[in-house]
C-alpha cells in the first residue's frame, strides 16, 4: 500500500525513447529586472540523478523554484504525468527541500512530516490512516522513528536536514529537488544524506534534481552533472566529461587538479598563487587549459 | 473536531505516529474553564446568589425545563437580566479578541501580532471619536452611531492596510509595515480631533479604555453573528494555517496557496475584532496573552490554539470583568485596565515556569 510508484517511466525506455521525468525547454527568469535564467534547457530521465553546479548567483536555486512554480518563467518546462496546473496537483508529482528550511516554532517531528501529505489530503481534511502510515514508514526509513514526539526545532542539523526530507518524501511524488542538501552538515553527514538519497533512488525510483557546491560530492553521487553559468547550462553530461580543470577554471574562477578515482574525479584546490583579484571571467582566460 | 483517535501503530513498521489534534481532555479543561467563569460572572456582585441557585435558574432556561431555583423574582431577574447578558458578551469578546489574534499570529508567523496589527483599533477610535464628538444622534434610541462609526472606521482601516501591503510587495513583513502606517495616521487624525473637542476628552477616553457593558440583549445579539461566522471561517482554516508555519515559499511547494488562505482568515478574522471593538472599546492584551498561554500550555499547533484560545478567552474576559465591576464598586474599572494589570503578571509566571519551545 505504502509502495512509492516507482517511476513507470523506465519501463517505456525500454522500447523506444527513455521516457523524460523532467523536460525544461528555453526556460528564461527575470526577477527585479535582472535575467537569472536565460535559456535553459535540461531533460532529466524518470529515475536519474543530476546534479546543477555552478558558482554562486548563477541561477541554480531560480532553476529550482522555477520547476516548483515559485517563480514566474518564460519557455515550458514539462513534469511528466502532470496535466493540471493547480498548485496541489505539482505538489504531488514534485517534492522540494530547500537549502534552508523554515523551522515552525514548536511543530512536532510527526507534524511537520504529516505536512507532506497536505497535497493528497487536501488542506481542510484530516489526516487519514494511509497518511499516518506513510509517515511512519517514511520515518522509520529516515531513522527518525523515536523523535516523532520531539520538536523540529530541538533536533540537530543532521537530524532536521532528514526531517525535511522525511517531509518531502512523504509526499510520494516521481522528482524530488534537493536545493544545496549538504549545506550546514559535516562530512559524515554530508556522506549520510547523499548516501540516503541514493538508496531511496533506487528502491522508489526518484528522479533527483540537485543543486551542490562540492564538486567532489557532485561528481560520486548522480549520473549526470550540468553545469549552470551566467544563467544558461554551458555543459552537461557524465561527471568525468565535464569536471576538467578547463570548464572549473571557466566557470568558478578556480584553480583546482582533477584527481581520476575509479569512483569519480576528484576536485582538488591549489595553493597556486591566485591571480591579481580581476573579474573571475578574464582570471579564467589567464590560466593555461588542462595538459 | 474533538478527537480522541489512538496512536497510531503503522504494522510494518512498528512506529508510534500521533497527529497532533484536539484532544477530548484539553476540550475538557476548556469547557471547565468556561463553566467556573460564567457560574462566578453570575454569582458575584453586589447581590451576592448562592452558586447551586444560578445553575438552576440556568437550567431553568433551558426549553423544555422547569425547574424551580428558589430566587426571588428580584434575584431572578438579576442574574436573567443583569448579569447573564453581561456574561455573555464578556464571553464573545474574549473569544472574539483572542481568537482573532491567535488568527493572526499565524497568519503573519509573528508572536507581536495582535487583532490591532492592521490598524482596527486606530480606525476604531477615529470613528468612534468622530461620532462621539459630533454629537451624532446621541441617545436617539435606535441604533448608537459610535459603535457603528468605529466598526466602519476599523473595517476602513484594515483594508486599506491590505491593499497598500499589497502593493508594496509580496512578504508578510510589508503588509504589517503598512498596517502600522495606517494606523499612525489615523492616530494622529483621532488625536487632532480629540484636541479641537477637549470637552469630549473623558468620553472618548473612557470609549478607548473599554468595558463589557450591555443593556439587556442587544450588545450580545450584534456580537454574535460576527463571532459565529468568523469561528466557522478561522476553524475550518486551522489546518492550513499550520502550513503556512513553514513560510509562504514550502506552504506553496506543498500546494497550497498562501496569501489567499492570509486573506481570507485576516479578513474573517479583522471583522469579527471590528465588531468587537465596537461594543467593547480597546481592550488590549488578550488577543496577545491569552493564544500564548494556550501554546505554552498545549502546544504550537493552529487544531489546538485556535479552539483552545476561543474557550479560555471567553472565559478570561468574563473573569475580568467580574474584577472591573466589584474590586470598587459601585463603581467600575476600566476593563482594559484589568486585562493588562492582571494579565501582564500571570503571563510573566507562565513565561517563567514552561519550558516548551513554541515561539
Redo the contacts between chains.
Keep these: 500500500m505504502?509502495a512509492h510508484t516507482p517511476a513507470e517511466g523506465r519501463q517505456d525506455g525500454r522500447n523506444g525513447a527513455p521516457s523524460r521525468a523532467v523536460r525544461i525547454q528555453s526556460v528564461a527568469v527575470t526577477l527585479d529586472s535582472t535575467q537569472v535564467l536565460r535559456g535553459v534547457d535540461l531533460e532529466v530521465e524518470a529515475g536519474e540523478w543530476v546534479n546543477v553546479i555552478g558558482p554562486n548567483g548563477a541561477g541554480k536555486t531560480t532553476l529550482l523554484?522555477a520547476v516548483?512554480?515559485?517563480v514566474p518563467f518564460r519557455g515550458s518546462i514539462g513534469i511528466n504525468g502532470l496535466r493540471d496546473r493547480?498548485?496541489?496537483?505539482?505538489?504531488?508529482h514534485?517534492?522540494?527541500v530547500?537549502q534552508t528550511?523554515?523551522i515552525?516554532?514548536?511543530?512536532?517531528v510527526?507534524?511537520?512530516v504529516?505536512?507532506?501529505r497536505?497535497?493528497h489530503r487536501g488542506?481542510?481534511?484530516?489526516?487519514t490512516?494511509t497518511d499516518?502510515?506513510i509517515?511512519?514508514?517514511v520515518?522509520?526509513r529516515l531513522d527518525l522513528?523515536g523523535f516523532?514526539?520531539r520538536?523540529v526545532?530541538?533536533l540537530s542539523g543532521g537530524e532536521r536536514q532528514r526531517t525535511v526530507l522525511a517531509r518531502a518524501l512523504a509526499?510520494q511524488t516521481e522528482v524530488v529537488l534537493l536545493d544545496e542538501p549538504t549545506t550546514a552538515l559535516d562530512l559524515g553527514h554530508q556522506q549520510d544524506v547523499l548516501e540516503l538519497v541514493e538508496s531511496l533512488r533506487r528502491e522508489r525510483g526518484l528522479t533527483v534534481i540537485a543543486t551542490l557546491h562540492d564538486l567532489t560530492l557532485a561528481a560520486r553521487y548522480g549520473d549526470r552533472v550540468a553545469v549552470l553559468s551566467a544563467g544558461q547550462i554551458v555543459q552537461c553530461g557524465r561527471p568525468d566529461e565535464v569536471l576538467t580543470v578547463g570548464t572549473i577554471a571557466e566557470h568558478f574562477g578556480a584553480q583546482v587538479r582533477v584527481i581520476d578515482d575509479p569512483e569519480g574525479p576528484v576536485i582538488v584546490p591549489t595553493a597556486a598563487p591566485a591571480p591579481e583579484f580581476v573579474s573571475t571571467k578574464s582570471a579564467a582566460r589567464s590560466l593555461p587549459k588542462e595538459p | 473536531m474533538a478527537?480522541a483517535r489512538a496512536p497510531?501503530?503503522?504494522d510494518?513498521?512498528?512506529?508510534?505516529?500521533?497527529?497532533?489534534?484536539l484532544r477530548l481532555r484539553q476540550l475538557g479543561i476548556g469547557l471547565a474553564a468556561v463553566v467556573v467563569a460564567v457560574v462566578a460572572g453570575l454569582t458575584i456582585g453586589p447581590v451576592g446568589i448562592a452558586a447551586h441557585r444560578v445553575l438552576l435558574e440556568l437550567a431553568d432556561m433551558l426549553p423544555g425545563l422547569a425547574l424551580d431555583s428558589g430566587l426571588s423574582d428580584a434575584h431572578a431577574a438579576i442574574v436573567r437580566e443583569l448579569r447573564l447578558p453581561r456574561v455573555v458578551l464578556g464571553l464573545l469578546v474574549g473569544a472574539t479578541l483572542s481568537m482573532s489574534g491567535a488568527t493572526y499570529q499565524a497568519a503573519f508567523r509573528n508572536p507581536l501580532a495582535d487583532p490591532y496589527l492592521l490598524g482596527i483599533a486606530a480606525g476604531a477610535g477615529l470613528g468612534a471619536t468622530i461620532a462621539i464628538t459630533s454629537n451624532l444622534g446621541d441617545g436617539a434610541g435606535a441604533l448608537d452611531p459610535v459603535p457603528l462609526a468605529a466598526f466602519a472606521g476599523g473595517l476602513v482601516a484594515v483594508t486599506v492596510s491590505y491593499a497598500a501591503g499589497h502593493l508594496g510587495g509580496r512578504s508578510t513583513a510589508s503588509l504589517i509595515l503598512a498596517g502600522i502606517a495606517v494606523a499612525s495616521f489615523l492616530t494622529a487624525c483621532q488625536t487632532y480631533v480629540l484636541q479641537a473637542n477637549s470637552d469630549a476628552f473623558r468620553r472618548i477616553i473612557a470609549w478607548i479604555l473599554g468595558r463589557i457593558a450591555t443593556s439587556g440583549w442587544s450588545e450580545p445579539a450584534l456580537m454574535l453573528p460576527y463571532f459565529v461566522v468568523t469561528a466557522a471561517v478561522v476553524l475550518?482554516?486551522r489546518?492550513?494555517l499550520?502550513?503556512l508555519?513553514?513560510?509562504d515559499?514550502?506552504a506553496?511547494?506543498?500546494?497550497?496557496?498562501p496569501r489567499r488562505?492570509r486573506l481570507i482568515v485576516v479578513l474573517a478574522a479583522s471583522l469579527a475584532a471590528a465588531a468587537a471593538v465596537s461594543v467593547s472599546g480597546l481592550i488590549g492584551f488578550v488577543g496577545i496573552i491569552v493564544p500564548h498561554t494556550v501554546?505554552l500550555a498545549f502546544?504550537?499547533?493552529n487544531r489546538v490554539v485556535l479552539p483552545l484560545s476561543v474557550l479560555f478567552g471567553g472565559a478570561f474576559m468574563v473573569l475580568a470583568d467580574l474584577v472591573a465591576r466589584t474590586v470598587l464598586s459601585p463603581a467600575e474599572l476600566p476593563i482594559g485596565v484589568v486585562t493588562a494589570f492582571l494579565g501582564a503578571p500571570f503571563f510573566v509566571l507562565v513565561l517563567r515556569t514552561t519550558r516548551?519551545?513554541?515561539?
Design positions: 505504502v523554484r516548483l512554480g515559485l493547480r498548485r496541489s496537483a505539482r505538489a504531488r514534485v517534492a522540494y530547500p528550511p523554515v515552525p516554532p514548536g511543530m512536532l510527526a507534524d511537520y504529516l505536512l507532506g497536505t497535497p488542506v481542510f481534511a484530516a489526516e490512516a499516518r502510515c509517515a511512519a514508514e520515518l522509520e522513528g516523532s514526539e520538536t526545532q530541538s509526499q | 478527537d497510531f501503530v503503522s510494518r513498521t512498528g512506529v508510534t505516529l500521533r497527529a497532533t489534534d475550518r482554516y489546518r492550513a499550520d502550513v508555519a513553514v513560510g515559499e514550502e506553496t511547494a506543498l500546494g497550497v496557496n488562505v501554546r502546544g504550537a499547533s516548551r519551545e513554541v515561539w
